[in-house]
């Protein structure tokens, strides 16, 4: 077994409280608070799926890249992002073999290091790579 | 935490050596081993990830469902699949609720029981379920 994880699956939906009322009632997942990210304009929760997680996104304005790709595709898969131990060792990994990288460096958000895969490369899908940073080193 | 799990994420790839060849080499998962279901008109290759599997998917024929949806849509998501204790129950569930099925009946394969759950009634993707059969039982 290789050390990545499914960190979560990432879904665009159009109508969040019926995704989240299906997932929760209907399946019987747990979790789904909505988180409300007005710098990206989409809505998003989290629902717990044993070791992984359901990712729902909802735009909430109709300029965005999530919301161009709800009206180009549909609700549907956006994205599917992976936990790696090194993030900078796997992205040189992928641009040594030809993988075309959508961020040339990694991003940052709270407590993560992050980075996409183009879909051209993944065979069709959008693939985030995240790192875990040690808060003690930040 | 829910007693369900992500038994896998499946994509439908037009280009599987390549697929696989980025999966494996690029990204490190492990698997991956090519099973030809010719009464499925279909090459599938299942990749370790953690505690679930990727499931890769190429046509073989330009007139099966697959094949439709590759070439409807492009490759990327074709449906994720979630193990649950008791089929039967979340069907029944389901199906009070007024969720879409697509198997009225669980259909049966080697050591599981299966049926789909409409994308209209998921917020827009293919759901499969499944249950494993108690082998001593069957």
Redesign the interface.
Known sequence: ??D???NH?A?????LD??LR??R??????GGAVQSLPAEAVDIAFL?????HIE?IKPTSSDSGVAKHLAK?????HH?C?EVPDLDA?LG??RA?G?ELINDEPRKREGQRYAFVH?R?????LLELYERIDKSRE
Not at 73 to 77: I, Q, S, Y
């Open positions: 077994m290789s990545i994880q499914l699956v879904f665009v939906v159009d109508d019926a995704a299906f997932w009632e209907g399946i019987g997942l747990t717990e799926l044993g070791a992984t729902l595709r549909g609700p549907g898969l599917l992976l796997k990994e992928l073999a993988y879909p490369s993944t065979g069709g899908i």
